[in-house]
């Protein structure tokens, strides 16, 4: 019977229960704010992106086919457009992406990894971040 009681008194003994809530406190507080701090970052991240793309964008829409242009009409030069946006992207470090265009206009899809900094303990080590933007020509 000793035993037994010896078994009870340790299994209600409650110490050490506040540090072990303490513990899991903590870690769901960084957890938390990992996804803060890295959010933040992704969100700011993509604000740059979005510049980076419309950059891209509008100088391949400043393309002009000049024959077009002379009959009258407002068209990109593809070739020369799709190659005055890649180079923009290209410019850029770390980014991923690319440029299409067509006689009217011109589509630029950029990406890049962005590591995590809190949210590497939840093993989430990068995010992927995108963009896209699409510019037409105007006349001169």
């Known amino acids: 019977m000793t035993a037994l009681s010896g078994t009870r008194r340790r299994?209600?003994?409650?110490?050490?229960a506040v540090l072990v809530a303490g513990v899991l406190l903590v870690l769901a507080m960084l957890l938390v704010i990992g996804l803060a701090v890295d959010?933040?970052?992704?969100f700011i991240e993509r604000r740059e992106l979005a510049a980076i793309a419309d950059?891209?964008?509008l100088v391949g829409s400043q393309q002009l086919d000049t024959?077009?242009?002379r009959d009258g009409r407002i068209e990109l030069e593809v070739d020369?457009?799709?190659g005055a946006a890649?180079?923009?992207i290209d410019a850029e470090r770390g980014l991923t992406g690319r440029a299409r265009a067509d006689a009217e206009r011109v589509t630029v899809t950029i990406r890049r990894r962005v590591p995590t900094?809190?949210?590497?303990?939840?093993?989430?080590k990068a995010l992927t971040i995108t963009a896209q933007a699409t510019a037409t020509p105007r006349a001169p």
């Open 11 to 16: 299994l209600a003994d409650e110490r050490g």
């Open 39 to 42: 959010m933040g970052r992704a």
């Open 55 to 57: 950059d891209a964008a």
């Open 67 to 69: 024959d077009a242009l």
């Open 80 to 82: 020369a457009a799709t």
């Open 86 to 88: 890649t180079a923009v």
């Open 117 to 124: 900094v809190l949210l590497g303990l939840a093993d989430v």
